[in-house]
């Protein structure tokens, strides 16, 4: 089980950070991935983390904006989001997979099969 927290409204440029807790599992163990839900559209992943070597696969638009971390002691995983902009809003979800990469995590992870999933936490960015 996955539980998320750290949604909030936030003004243009501001920052936030989502946590993702992992409960009955080590996260350390699995792929972790953010995705977003816009509204109208589908989730699409954003930013996610293979489980061995920590390498990160990232969405053109968050780049150089959004990193993704684990603190392995604490079973948690977190997005930090920095210089936020209205086209950021949405409901974000965190993901963990111990089948699959980084890369297909956030390619496919809405088609796969042995991802769970949190329950999302609402980002809106607006003044």
């Known amino acids: 089980q996955l539980v998320q927290s750290g949604g909030a409204l936030v003004q243009p440029g501001g920052s936030l950070t989502l946590v993702c807790a992992g409960s009955?599992?080590?996260?350390?163990?699995?792929?972790i991935g953010w995705f977003r839900e816009a509204p109208g559209k589908e989730r699409e992943g954003i930013l996610c983390?293979?489980?061995?070597?920590?390498?990160?696969h990232y969405l053109d638009s968050v780049k150089g904006r959004f990193a993704i971390s684990r603190d392995d002691a604490k079973n948690t995983a977190y997005l930090q989001m920095n210089d936020l902009r209205p086209e950021d809003t949405g409901r974000y979800y965190c993901a963990a997979d111990s089948t699959t990469s980084a890369e297909a995590l956030c390619r496919e992870g809405p088609t796969l099969i042995f991802t769970i999933w949190g329950y999302g936490t609402q980002v809106t960015v607006s003044s």
């Open positions: 009955g599992g080590r996260l350390a163990s699995r792929t």
């Open positions: 983390m293979n489980k061995g070597d920590g390498e990160a």
